[in-house]
């Protein structure tokens, strides 16, 4: 199954007349932008060429990691959509769509993994994710969960939403309002980092970090650096998928 799937995968990669057509660089120097971020290229590309024959006026802007990605966002702010593997390097759980989501609310996120617990697509859902492809899900359902969200709409696995009730809940809301100097605050501080290393990497003052830090535990609602951390450990993902699922690619 694996092999055929590689198989489909290299056919459109490799044979698709157009494959360049929508690409930043490419023939388009305007139209709809979408970032697709993925470190596994053959999965990535297969997936920004799904996307692109949605609309002959997309134009996929293409990044291998989140720095990339967040890099692309800063280009591009009026990007129509971001579509994010939650398990490629920079994301650091679900920290990288909520600072994505605090940098720039307007733009909506698609995670797409290998993952497929329930749990870890609600958590998408509850940080601010529209919609979470498993990439097991077949080319015609991503083209459609992709055509949702650009409408307005969500989508998550149907059988998570014939199941479970998805709805923000208070720990989204305190995440969600905080800013991206917070997020990226609060990561450094379940990292165990002092302020001065904070303030270091941030090229900020201590004094800075320290108000930083305040709010943060204002808004989490916790008393201690120790209690924000706990609850940032909310962010992380446990993947239980297998060494084949993380390999997983678009099938037809």
Avoid: C, W
């Amino acid at each position: 199954m694996l092999h055929e799937q590689l198989v489909f995968i290299l056919f459109v990669v490799i044979l698709n007349p157009n494959k360049q057509k929508n690409y930043e660089g490419g023939d388009m120097a305007q139209g709809r932008v979408i970032i697709v971020a993925d470190d596994h290229p053959l999965f990535r590309v297969a997936l920004a060429q799904s996307i692109a024959a949605l609309d002959s006026k997309i134009r996929i802007i293409e990044a291998q990691g989140f720095d990339d990605a967040h890099d692309a966002v800063k280009r591009h702010p009026d990007a129509e959509l971001v579509v994010l593997d939650l398990n490629m390097p920079g994301m650091k759980g679900f920290a990288g769509l909520v600072y994505l989501r605090a940098e720039q609310p307007q733009i909506p996120v698609i995670i797409v993994s290998a993952i497929e617990d329930d749990s870890v697509i609600m958590s998408a859902a509850r940080f601010g994710a529209s919609g979470y492809i498993p990439k097991s899900t077949g080319l015609k359902e991503i083209k459609t969960a992709i055509s949702m969200v650009l409408d307005g709409e969500t989508s998550f696995p149907a059988t998570l939403e014939e199941g479970s009730h998805i709805e923000e809940d208070d720990l989204g809301r305190r995440m969600a309002s905080l800013t991206p100097q917070q997020v990226r605050v609060l990561t450094f501080l379940t990292e165990g980092k002092l302020n001065k290393q904070i303030a270091y990497e941030l090229g900020i003052s201590e004094a800075t970090v320290k108000a930083h830090v305040s709010a943060i535990l204002q808004k989490l609602n916790v008393n201690s650096r120790t209690q924000a951390v706990i609850v940032a450990g909310r962010l992380a993902v446990e993947d239980k998928s297998s060494d084949e699922a993380r390999e997983a690619v678009i099938t037809p």
